[in-house]
């Protein structure tokens, strides 16, 4: 739940404030605080019901959706309906769906309209409530997937991932399969990556991607994250390049560590970035794990343990806890393992 900026009395007080400042703050802050006097998470279906301000609020909001508003006051009057689980609001925002304007305002509603929507199916599936408004939602999230605008296209993947789970990797797979847009693929991707863990169809448009012209981009690194956490090996390649970029060294560690064993050269090569005293102490500690995973242990001493036992007693407090956390992990995958043989 968004924390309230301000009291509901406040924010109420202010919706007619002489100063646009306030009345966007007002608006923006009606849901939350309203919540948050109601010490539940949002969103929340029919919260207006069980409030004794909730009337006052819900006129408000609906009032503010009126074209006489601007927009950005319009999408922030329908997010907070959506957040405060009022089935109104999709009747609003679904015509925002297909606004074809390249304009900043229409682009908002569009991101309103798919926030709203999300805020709302969560809202009507966490009650049990309402099957016909989710299906509607359900509906207008999977055809914001095929939508020509890209920036739609890139907020349905996560938003139905939300409302559906695993029941929305079809209709992710298939759109990720068609897209070209290397946001929205990323997007996708991201979506995809929530899933615990991608299924099979997925992996394969996922190693496609990662072996393709994006590869050793963005996109390539976060097809090659998500594989990893399905435990495809496809993924190692892109992760080890990863170790010689700062900015995706540490998780290209945890991906590698995902994986598991691995061949000498590899091992060898996450050995030595782990004995580099310059790296950053928690960074250390994440390629000794890494190791530790990738070595195995065979009889023999693992390195990756040994490095482990030897940061133990490193200077700074946050790099001893890392090596805590590495130790918990390693047992915990060692318990998982022991039981799935």
Known sequence: MLAA???????????????????????????????????????????????????????????????????????????????????????????????TGDDEDQAYLRECAVVTASFLGKAAADADAAPELRTRIDGALTG?????????????GLALVELQGDAAEPALVDALRNEEDE??????????????????????????????????????????????????????????DGLDLRHERDDALEGLAALGRAEP??????????????????????????????AGTDGGPNPGLTLLERLRWHPRAAVREAVGDAFENLETLAARERNAD
């Open 265 to 294: 050269a590899e091992v060898e090569r996450v050995q030595r970035l782990a004995k580099r005293m310059l790296l950053p102490g928690v960074t250390r500690v994440r390629a000794a794990y890494a190791l530790a995973r990738m």
């Open 183 to 240: 946001r929205v693929q990323e997007g996708l991707v991201d979506a995809l990556a929530h899933l615990d863990p991608p299924g099979a169809e997925a992996c394969d448009v996922l190693e496609t991607l990662v072996q393709g012209e994006n590869a050793w981009g963005s996109l390539g690194f976060l097809c090659a994250m998500t594989l990893a956490a399905a435990r495809r090996a496809t993924a190692r390649p892109r992760l080890l």
């Open 5 to 99: 900026e301000i009291t509901l009395d406040a924010a109420l007080r202010d919706l007619d404030s002489e100063r646009e400042h306030y009345r966007h703050q007002a608006v923006r802050n009606l849901a939350p605080a309203l919540l948050e006097e109601l010490d539940v998470p949002g969103p929340h279906w029919r919260s207006t019901t069980e409030h004794a301000r909730g009337e006052a609020v819900l006129r408000a909001l609906l009032e503010r959706l009126s074209d006489e508003h601007p927009a950005p006051l319009r999408g922030l009057a329908a997010t907070g309906l959506g957040m405060l689980g009022e089935p109104e609001a999709l009747d609003h925002v679904e015509p925002w769906l297909a606004l």
């Open 144 to 156: 914001a997937l095929k939508s020509d605008n890209p920036e739609l296209r890139f907020q349905a």
